[in-house]
């Protein structure tokens, strides 16, 4: 199956600093999605991409679909400590039933 | 905000039990999903169902496992005989189209 790697799998960090996780992929997908995982709560959307050499910012986050369809960033600039939590890409195949392959998660620690 | 709501937030079971778990998908969305997150590893597909029928399915996705859309409203996740490593945050999730995905907030399933 599809697999999608991200990096790095944990981040600690001075609260200001900025942050940049990616992930990458051996196959094509047609959009690029980065939610956010508080403890105990199911993934909340932060940023979808549509369009290969898509630059999208909401707010702190800034996030880019790669140019090849297989590989994605996203950048938070002047974290905060409620940042904390576990972040996740997940490209979207839309032939296959639009499912979700989600990566291994970046775990983001905020020292304030 | 439109919400996808999961019922129980916890459940506990024996080994061998069948367990129901119960989604209401946002109203007008038109596909609808269940993804499984073993703790601390990253959110896996289990199934996508379109137009009442299953549209896709994973490996995880076997016998033990059926989905059902008995109303207008309901989307249900049945297993039908539980195993120690169908413990797992239970995820369900529905788009309108091909965009807009939303999660639930889980729930959390035990087996003992």
């Known amino acids: 199956g599809q697999q999608l790697n991200q990096s790095p799998q944990s981040m600690f960090i001075q609260e200001g600093e900025d942050v940049s996780m990616n992930c990458t992929s051996s196959s094509i997908f047609n959009t690029w999605l980065w939610y956010k995982q508080d403890p105990g709560e199911g993934p909340v959307l932060l940023i979808a991409?549509?369009?290969?050499?898509e630059l999208t910012s909401n707010g702190r986050l800034t996030a880019q679909f790669g140019i090849t369809r297989k590989d994605s960033f996203l950048n938070i600039s002047a974290s905060i400590p409620s940042d904390v939590g576990i972040y996740f890409c997940?490209?979207?195949?839309?032939?296959?039933?639009?499912?979700?392959?989600f990566g291994g998660g970046t775990r983001l620690m905020v020292k304030p | 905000e439109p919400e996808v709501t999961q019922t129980p937030s916890h459940q506990v079971t024996q080994m061998g039990q069948e367990v129901i778990l119960r989604c209401v998908p946002i109203?007008?969305?038109?596909?609808f999903y269940w993804y499984r997150q073993i703790l601390g590893q990253k959110v896996e597909f289990l199934v996508s169902f379109y137009n009442n029928e299953i549209s896709e399915k994973s490996e995880i996705f076997d016998d033990q496992f059926s989905v059902e859309r008995p109303d207008g409203s309901n989307f249900t996740l049945k297993i039908r005989s539980t195993k120690l490593e169908d413990s797992a945050m239970y995820f369900c999730a529905s788009i309108r189209r091909n965009y807009g995905y939303t999660f639930g907030s889980g729930t959390r399933l035990t087996v003992v």
């Open positions: 997940a490209g979207q195949t839309l032939f296959a039933g639009n499912m979700l392959t």
């Open positions: 109203s007008n969305h038109l596909y």
């Open positions: 991409l549509y369009k290969a050499g």
